[in-house]
């Protein structure tokens, strides 16, 4: 291959224990815990909608690090939404949620930062919502850990905290769509491939951080996720 340009950098996440997962596409699922919808205005029982961002957004945190996010541009309300990340190995289109599993490689905690301001304004006009959420940087994630490691993840508490104040607060138990069913959803509108990952929503509690805030994420039996707005 005789590239034009030096080709992009394939954006990684890496794996606790060793190696690094290539990562193909961020695939994201809007308002997935009730309480969540509803401090968005919603009821809650909405059907699922999904949302990307670029893979090159991903900024990988090493374990034991605390990762590092510039303020973004062109707004005055960063929001933090902690999320459970499912990362896909094994691709399929039309899934159903019983199969799923086995298409799981494995899971991270992962932050789903968000311009609140800028999407706000876009959905008040009926368009796009990438300015809001899929800027550079918008998607640190700590280390993966296997499948074969954690088992399925079904409940377990998921929490944000900013320079140590409990923020964020829920259960994975309280998605609304289970991660089966996100599978099953997703791969009847896009052909799953290995190398995807899932940001399966966020609990209720998303708030504004300023530089210099430090927010630390956890997913039980994944960890944490610490990272510092600059
Ligand atoms: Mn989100």
Request: charged share 15%.
């Amino acid at each position: 291959m005789s590239y034009v340009i030096a080709p992009p950098a394939l954006a990684c996440v890496p794996v606790a224990g060793g190696g690094e997962f290539p990562v193909h596409r961020i695939y994201c699922v809007g308002r997935n815990y009730a309480e969540h919808a509803q401090e968005m205005g919603f009821t809650g029982r909405e059907p699922p909608f999904f949302f990307m961002k670029p893979a090159d957004a991903i900024v990988a945190v090493p374990a034991g690090t605390t990762g590092r996010i510039a303020y973004p541009p062109l707004t005055a309300n960063l929001h933090h939404e902690i999320e459970l990340v499912v990362a896909i190995g094994r691709g399929g289109s039309n899934i159903r949620a019983a199969d799923a599993p086995s298409h799981i490689w494995g899971y991270a905690v992962g932050l789903d930062m968000t311009r609140r301001d800028l999407q706000n304004e876009m959905k008040k006009q009926g368009r796009p919502w990438c300015i809001g959420k899929a800027f550079d940087q918008s998607a640190p994630i700590g280390p993966l850990l296997p499948y074969a490691q954690t088992g399925e993840l079904l409940k377990g508490a998921i929490t944000l905290s900013v320079n140590g104040t409990v923020k964020q607060k829920g259960d994975l138990a309280e998605l609304i769509w289970s991660v089966n069913e996100t599978i099953e959803q997703l791969s009847a509108a896009w052909t799953l491939q290995p190398g995807d990952l899932i940001f399966t929503g966020t609990p209720a509690g998303v708030a504004a951080v300023v530089r210099g805030d430090v927010m630390e994420g956890a997913i039980a039996g994944l960890g944490s996720l610490k990272v510092a707005v600059e």
